[in-house]
């Protein structure tokens, strides 16, 4: 069972516009969740994070939306720019983070100049 | 300290052979993770130790699969008689106490083709 689903396999923007990347997760435990970015042939870097007490971070182009009754958190990349293009992956924890992440399937995005 | 290295970062085996990887995490990082990632999936979680001690290992973790992290330092998985279906990335990552507000740092990777 995946507790942790992206559904979008892949999303295409143009440079400048946002780029939206949602999440949706089933374990009402988790109580920290996370973005990674992946480039080719590199391990998973971290990006953003949010814990369940806030429904928001930001941290300049990037900022995670959490809405805890609908499980979904969402990513929003503004301006989106070429360096961007990676595979995004969700992650979240449970017990204030202290359970080992499980992770999403992931989404491509592709930032087209 | 640089991050978390993996070694090697390829290895190619027969069918029924072992093979052992190295993970050295950072240095003031207590926790160490092992996932594993194959194509068109996220990572999964096999295994964590804190300092010295094994604290979980995943269902995924068959008998066939060992870790080790001696003296709370680098770690080591072994996978004896490999099969095809173990080719995959294996990644390490290490962390503080806690996921928290900075995650896990993440190394390169492993990238094993059993032939």
């Known amino acids: 069972d995946q507790q942790v689903k992206q559904n979008s396999p892949s999303l295409s923007v143009q440079e400048g516009r946002i780029s939206i990347l949602n999440c949706d997760y089933t374990?009402?435990?988790?109580?920290?969740f996370l973005w990674y970015k992946k480039y080719p042939a590199e391990g998973p870097t971290f990006l953003i994070s949010?814990?369940?007490?806030?429904d928001k971070n930001e941290d300049g182009r990037f900022t995670v939306f959490l809405n805890k009754s609908a499980k979904h958190l969402s990513l929003h990349i503004v301006p989106s720019q070429p360096g961007d293009s990676a595979v995004y992956f969700c992650?979240?924890?449970?017990?204030?983070?202290?359970?080992?992440?499980?992770f999403g399937k992931g989404t491509r995005l592709s930032v087209i100049a | 300290d640089t991050g978390v290295s993996q070694d090697p970062r390829h290895k190619i085996t027969k069918r029924g052979q072992n093979v052992t990887f190295r993970c050295d995490p950072i240095?003031?990082?207590?926790?160490l993770y092992w996932y594993r990632q194959t194509l068109g999936q996220g990572p999964e979680f096999l295994t964590y130790?804190?300092?010295?001690?094994?604290?979980?290992k995943s269902r995924l973790l068959s008998d066939r699969f060992s870790a080790e992290r001696p003296k709370g330092s680098f770690s080591t998985l072994e996978i004896q008689r490999t099969e095809q279906g173990d080719s995959a990335m294996y990644l390490c990552?290490?962390?503080?106490?806690?996921?928290?507000?900075?995650?896990?740092?993440f190394g390169s990777g492993t990238r094993l083709t059993v032939v």
């Open positions: 990552a290490s962390s503080l106490e806690r996921a928290g507000n900075y995650g896990y740092t």
């Open positions: 374990n009402s435990m988790f109580d920290y």
């Open positions: 949010i814990s369940s007490i806030k």
């Open positions: 992650a979240a924890s449970a017990w204030v983070g202290n359970t080992p992440l499980v």
């Open positions: 240095s003031e990082h207590n926790r």
């Open positions: 130790f804190q300092n010295e001690a094994q604290l979980e």
